[in-house]
């Protein structure tokens, strides 16, 4: 079912490495009715630490921020305008937040559309995927062709993070 799933070694990587690794890899969700979806993911964004201001953990080590301080390989989740979750995956050493944010899947565009197609809620925040029967991700044994862009809707960390080229897609996404 899951002889693929990527471990703790894999994210426990600076997510500049992980993040662009991921393009191409199969997002695994298991639901409570015993029915398995995988989807081929194909857009994430890389958020790096307190000095990137684009990133949750510039503004300090906070409740809803706490997992990013911690190992890589568990789940972010945070609700934007009240009502859409965001799929993060933390990556990296303890005590340095970092993130990957999962913004396509293939058939399914937008973070806050996929995390409703996959019923991801805050009842995922801290999530282990190395362990997790709900969440996994696993590698598709394929060298990813992606290309890079500035991550979207970020102006408010300023020019130099926002044109940051840390968006990764596959090349047939647009």
């Not at 305008?81 to 303890?94: C, R």
Request: proline fraction near 5%; charge should be negative.
């Amino acid at each position: 079912m899951n002889g693929n799933r990527l471990g703790f070694d894999f994210y426990n990587r600076d997510v500049l490495d992980v993040a662009p690794e991921l393009v191409e890899m199969t997002l695994v969700r298991s639901f409570d009715d015993d029915s398995i979806q995988r989807f081929i993911i194909t857009e994430v964004e890389a958020y790096r630490g307190v000095e990137d201001l684009a990133c949750h953990a510039s503004k300090g080590r906070t409740p809803r921020t706490e997992v990013m301080y911690q190992q890589g390989g568990l789940v972010y989740v945070y609700l934007i305008y009240g009502m859409y979750w965001m799929l993060n995956i933390v990556t990296g050493e303890p005590n340095n937040p970092q993130a990957v944010l999962i913004r396509g899947l293939e058939g399914c565009y937008g973070p806050g559309r996929l995390t409703r197609k996959l019923s991801i809620g805050k009842d995922f925040y801290g999530e282990d995927l190395s362990t997790s029967k709900r969440l996994w991700v696993e590698d598709s044994k394929s060298s990813p062709i992606f290309n890079t862009a500035p991550r979207i809707g970020v102006d408010y960390a300023g020019a130099e993070w926002a044109s940051k080229p840390w968006r990764y897609f596959t090349n047939n996404l647009y």
